[in-house]
């Protein structure tokens, strides 16, 4: 079956502008979370949604981060304002359940000029 | 919290030659142990987990990784290693009770196989 989706595979921006990046988890997944890969910083948790209750927002980096997921399906990580250490891939995975691990999508390579 | 180490950066190992990749973890909660592969420009593969149960767990390609509780140890390990298992490799760790589902990962591993 399909995998985890990202789009855009690639975006460039300029500084002080809005992105927008998209994640469609895997059909029936009721755990959708959100990273971010960077050469300084590893892998990092941001944003974890599960079924209808309130995101675990505690690994967002600042107020410029945010994310919402509609219809318990895709998933849109907003950032405002960028900043050159925004400039990172976003990974997006999505999971059935915790111990079955999460599956990753490709991700998004974000580069803030 | 929960923390996860991975003290070698790179590991160069000739083609046919078994490797070893070395995971300690840190936590304060039971957790549940996992390993990812990522090849260049790709997302993260998950190799192997461990849940609960017998501390060997096998994965695809060939690997396999031993749980030891007694030294907070997640090694990842293949007897014999090809060209194409060049790649990073993260471990990583969740809480297994309630809440704490986010994964925290290891700074990773190049594993490099050479002819």
């Known amino acids: 079956g399909a995998g985890v989706s990202q789009s855009p595979s690639n975006k460039v921006t300029e500084k002080g502008k809005d992105v927008e990046l998209r994640c469609d988890p895997i059909?029936?997944?009721?755990?959708l979370y959100w990273y971010r890969q960077s050469l300084g910083q590893g892998l990092e948790f941001l944003i974890y949604?599960?079924?209808?209750?309130?995101?675990?927002k505690s690994g967002l980096p600042s107020d410029r981060f945010s994310a919402e997921r509609t219809g318990g399906s895709v998933s849109t990580l907003t950032i405002q304002r960028t900043q050159q250490e925004d400039s990172a891939v976003y990974l997006c995975?999505?999971?059935?359940?915790?111990?079955?691990?999460?599956?990753f999508g490709p991700g998004t390579r974000l580069t803030v000029l | 919290a929960q923390s996860v180490t991975q003290l070698d950066s790179q590991v160069p190992v000739f083609e046919e030659a078994p490797v070893e990749l070395r995971c300690n973890y840190s936590?304060?909660?039971?957790?549940?142990l996992f390993w990812y592969v990522q090849y260049p420009n790709q997302g993260l593969q998950l190799l192997l987990k461990?849940?609960?149960?017998?501390?060997l767990v096998k994965g695809i390609n060939g690997f396999e990784a031993e749980f030891n509780k007694s030294q907070t140890s997640f090694h990842l390990r293949k007897p014999s290693v090809h060209i194409s298992d060049t790649a990073e490799y993260f471990c990583a760790v969740s809480g297994s009770g309630g809440g704490g589902n986010k994964l925290t990962f290891g700074t990773g591993t190049q594993l490099k196989v050479e002819l």
């Open positions: 936590s304060s909660v039971s957790v549940y």
């Open positions: 059909s029936g997944h009721t755990a």
């Open positions: 461990y849940l609960s149960g017998s501390t």
């Open positions: 995975a999505s999971s059935l359940a915790r111990s079955r691990g999460q599956f």
């Open positions: 949604f599960q079924g209808n209750s309130a995101p675990d």
